[in-house]
């Protein structure tokens, strides 16, 4: 190696490893042609290559100056889904009856609104019933019944962005308005981007679709990588983003305004469409829902997807997506799929958006997960590796755990399954088994019961034996 290139890889080292830091002034040429016994010239070469390389800047009179760290941009390429029966087989099993369930997400149901909702749902039942079930001579159809399309509307003008009752499709929970987002935007061998981690459901509908999907790289502070986005999108024929960012699951990021911003900027320049799955966007610890990505778009490329599944019970299976200018597709896809939703469960779900139960109901199961949150921190502060990392989110049921490199968490899922105890591997959040010491937890249950506690004691004890 000749010598202006080593002097350029001993500089390149030191900027490296955080000697020579970020705005630091570099000696004078003199000064380091002393330094390195080299000639002015060959130091003069060096910094123009380290110039070159955007490591260096130089500015007139006052010398060359390190510059920041330019952000790594992961090379991204499309890639097919192979999850699905793996994923269902495992959930399967950490669904079992008798076991903790603490991987999957589901939230608490025995808050007093929960009740109210299903008494009203039984006297709605037998009002049917005295009438004899004479109320219609024909099937229900989409886009779903007209009271609940009106309750949510007013719901969603006073709480998220402005919206009618005609823009509205019911759906079986936000699953089928995933499915029905997903077949409305794109066709088999389209690519999908998304999340990554992302959640398993809708990685399982990209793999039962035939899509394929495009993992842009995210994390529990930042959220999701969106130059990672812009580079693959200068790639890719990427067909729609398909982002969870309110309290995502399973990272817990909350997007930030800017971020929202940029994300539509992107879609409207690329002309793609955007599927925002906004389940958990309610659960706010702060009371504060953000500002919907639909609520910043212009030119309807927003499916913007709900439901009561997060917050009220998962067996109500209701949801919805205000679908912009696929409102048609995603329409006749409901027709053809399942025609429409239970009438009875519609009818009940609207009376609970009336007035202001249900906001209420938010305000009191947020503040129950707040400190279920910190419930299960301080237990796994206590009971897990030290080097166990995770971010708290801010809204939400769902905490993200980084494991220390040597524990294998699917062999963690095995070893806690037979100890009656269900956790979410990390790789069944991703298309190519990565993610292999992170694990999901849900705390929505979480009250520190001693059966619960013990739970994440045994936990710890097998990290440490693996
Ligand atoms: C991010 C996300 N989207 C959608 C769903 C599906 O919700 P639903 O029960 O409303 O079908 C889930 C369920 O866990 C989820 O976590």
Redesign the pocket.
């Known amino acids: 190696m000749n010598k202006y290139s080593q002097l350029v890889q001993q500089l390149k080292k030191r900027i490296e490893k955080g000697e020579l830091t970020p705005g630091s002034r570099l000696p004078s040429i003199r000064l380091l042609s002393q330094q390195y016994q080299l000639s002015k010239n060959t130091v003069i070469r060096a910094l123009t290559e380290l110039e070159n390389l955007k490591l260096l800047q130089a500015k007139p009179r006052q010398g060359f100056f390190v510059c920041a760290p330019q952000k790594q941009i992961p090379a991204l390429q499309p890639k097919q889904v192979t999850l699905g029966a793996t994923a269902f087989s495992v959930l399967g099993a950490a669904n079992k009856p008798g076991l903790l369930a603490l991987g ?3 939230p608490d149901s025995r808050w007093p609104t929960v009740s109210w909702y299903y008494q009203q749902q039984a006297k709605t039942a037998r009002r049917w019933a005295r009438a004899n079930h004479q109320r219609r001579s024909h099937y229900s159809t989409p886009p779903g019944d007209p009271s609940l399309r009106k309750s949510l509307a007013d719901h969603l003008n006073a709480t998220a962005l402005s919206c009618n009752s005609e823009e509205i499709v019911i759906t ?7 499915s029905l987002c997903l077949r409305s935007v794109a066709e088999v061998g389209d690519t999908i981007a998304v999340e990554s981690p992302c ?1 398993y ?2 990685l399982q509908c990209i793999e039962a679709l035939g899509l394929n999907v495009l993992e842009l790289p995210s994390d529990p502070v930042q959220g999701t990588n969106l130059d990672a986005l812009e580079s693959a999108l200068n790639q890719w024929p990427i067909k729609a983003v398909l982002t ?1 960012p309110s309290f ?2 399973p990272l817990g990021f909350n997007l930030d305004l800017a971020t929202r911003k940029r994300l539509i900027n992107i879609a409207n320049r690329w002309n793609i469409a955007i599927i925002e ?1 906004d ?2 966007a309610e659960l706010s610890y702060n009371q504060q829902r953000s500002t919907p990505i639909k609520a910043l778009d212009t030119e309807q490329r927003v499916l913007h ?1 709900g ?4 917050t009220v019970d ?1 067996d109500i ?3 919805w997506v205000l679908p912009g200018r696929y409102y048609e597709k995603v329409n006749y896809y409901k027709y053809v799929t399942s025609i429409a939703c239970p009438a009875l469960t519609q009818q009940a779900i609207s009376e609970l958006l009336i007035g202001r139960r249900y906001r209420r109901h938010l305000i009191q199961v947020s503040r129950s997960y707040q400190e279920r949150a910190d419930m299960l921190a301080e237990d796994v502060h206590r009971y897990w590796p030290d080097k166990t990392l995770f971010i708290q989110p801010k809204g939400g049921i ?1 905490q993200w755990f980084n494991l220390p490199e040597q524990i294998n968490s699917d062999q963690l899922f095995k070893q806690a399954l037979k100890a009656g105890i269900g956790i979410s591997p990390g790789n069944l959040f991703c298309a190519d088994n990565r993610f292999n010491h992170h694990i999901r937890l849900c705390y929505a249950h979480y009250t520190q019961s001693e059966e619960q506690v013990t739970a994440i004691a045994k936990l710890g004890e097998m990290m440490e034996k693996l």
């Open positions: 999957s997400a589901y079986q929970g936000a699953q089928e308005a995933l959640y459901g809708t969870n995502n699951n799955d389940v958990f997807c439901s009561f599944s997060k998962v299976r209701l949801g769902l």
